[in-house]
């Protein structure tokens, strides 16, 4: 069956109109598959419908000579490398796409592609399977086919029911924390495609206030009020915002989100000057227990080697002083034990919250080591923190570290707690952005590279903020 819809191989022969039914009678047999079939679905698809790499090679020999006759030879010859680069179950796609419904399975089908390759080592057929489908879904879901909507507490409630169940970042416990967040002072937009009408493609949650938010209770824990003073709001917290569908990882969505939502803002609040996010920091607890780990296995190596022989330290930064060691092991009354060990398990278990003077001590600690993850730790040249890449690319500054900004157990878990403010300063993102993505220069206040300076990482004059 996929033979017949994806048509011929042999380059240059006419494909066959398929009729609709069988197309549609494939996607009908694709849903109703098991997991296990359906990765072996994909496996084979991915394996026996790619690019035919003999032809490749075939059509790339052919460019020296077709140079040599004319130009229009060589243009020909182009375009049948091209035609054999494209891989063969491109057809499939196209013709699954031309469905009432069939972007959507193609969605669908992507995300069952990234659960079957993170289960998998090395599929490099597998990976060039979801690439191909990413590109042409990039290219239904640009900008210009999305449709912003404002989402509010008279807007449809199966829309209502998707915005609850789809909210990752704080999730809500009920109604009332739904009619909250779409009510005054607060606003929810969405992007949808004229393919997937009643679903959203990405969600952006907005608080209206007078200041930069540092606390995420503030927002989404106060009472539901009646009537918003226009004449008090001149600032606008992006606190959440989700990409909903997993299949349209790797498609810029939010960064578009957002830049439209800004001139929905400005023109509903002409007094409207600042734009910030209220953000989480997931994985800065478990990046700070893997440096407490090296630590620990650095000072383990040490004691039991001879040391005698000069040469490079590979000993990991300190990440607390020893006064603020001895100060976590005398509260925790743990003399008897690495203060270092005792740390690890109070931020594994969240036990150090239980104890006012403990969060204190620790205050200063996490805020630089926090600053360091952000500001300094890299993959790839890029931050290695995923939210702060995600607005670093859209030209935010690393504005503001905030203590005790999420108490809630989540918060505690992800990040001791911190959150942090991306600012947009709506004249400079563009440069911003491009000194991020060409330089891997990330902006940051002053706030944050003096704390990311007494964690042992910056050096003058990379230590002076531009803002």
Not at 130 to 143: K, T, V
Request: charged letters at 25%; hydrophobic letters at 35%; proline letters at 4%.
């Amino acid at each position: 069956m996929v033979t017949e819809i994806i048509g011929p191989k042999e380059a240059g022969l006419k494909k066959p109109t398929i009729p609709e039914g069988k197309t549609r009678h494939l996607c009908d047999v694709y849903g109703s598959l098991s997991s296990e079939d359906k990765a072996t679905f994909l496996r084979v698809i991915s394996r026996q419908f790619g690019t035919d790499h003999d032809e490749v090679l075939k059509a790339a020999e052919g460019l020296p000579q077709a140079k040599e006759k004319s130009e229009a030879a060589l243009l020909k010859a182009e375009e049948r490398l091209q035609a054999a680069l494209v891989p063969r179950y491109h057809d499939l796609f196209v013709q699954i796409g031309r469905l009432e419904g069939g972007v959507k399975h193609l969605v669908d089908m992507r995300a069952d592609t990234l659960d079957l390759l993170s289960t998998v080592k090395d599929n490099a057929e597998l990976r060039s399977f979801s690439s191909c489908l990413r590109e042409m879904l990039s290219h239904w879901f640009s900008a210009g086919l999305l449709h912003l909507q404002r989402i509010t507490w008279e807007s449809s409630c199966d829309i209502l029911q998707k915005i609850s169940e789809y909210e990752a970042v704080h999730p809500m416990k009920n109604w009332s924390d739904l009619k909250r967040r779409v009510g005054p002072y607060r606003r929810c937009f969405i992007f949808t495609h004229s393919t997937m009408p009643r679903e959203p493609m990405v969600v952006l949650h907005t608080a209206l206030t007078n200041q930069i938010s540092d606390n995420i209770q503030t927002i989404v824990s106060t009472p539901i009020l009646d009537d918003e003073d226009v004449e008090d709001i001149n600032t606008a917290i992006f606190y959440s915002i989700t990409s909903t569908q997993k299949g349209l990882q790797g498609v810029e969505l939010g960064n578009y989100l957002i830049k439209r939502v800004v001139r929905e803002l400005q023109a509903e609040f002409p007094k409207m000057t600042q734009f910030s996010s209220l953000s989480p920091i997931p994985g800065f607890r478990d990046w700070l227990v893997g440096e407490i780990n090296k630590v620990l296995s650095s000072t383990e190596s040490s004691s039991s080697e001879d040391s005698g022989v000069d040469g490079p330290s590979s000993t990991p930064p300190a990440l607390l002083t020893s006064a603020e060691l001895q100060k976590v092991a005398e509260i925790a009354g743990k003399d008897d034990v690495l203060p270092l060990v005792t740390l690890k398990k109070l931020l594994q278990t969240n036990q150090w919250m239980g104890a006012e003077s403990m969060v204190e001590t620790l205050k200063d600690p996490l805020m630089r080591l926090c600053a360091r993850y952000l500001y300094l730790e890299k993959r790839r040249g890029y931050a290695v923190n995923p939210v702060a890449n995600f607005h670093l690319r859209n030209g935010a500054v690393l504005w503001r570290l905030n203590w005790q900004a999420d108490t809630n157990p989540r918060g505690i878990s992800q990040s001791c707690g911190i959150m942090v403010n991306y600012r947009y300063f709506l004249g400079d993102t563009m440069r911003n952005s491009q000194r991020y993505m060409e330089e891997q220069h990330i902006e940051a206040s002053q706030q944050v590279i003096d704390l990311a300076q007494a964690a042992g990482g910056v050096d003058s004059p990379a230590g002076k903020s531009n803002l």
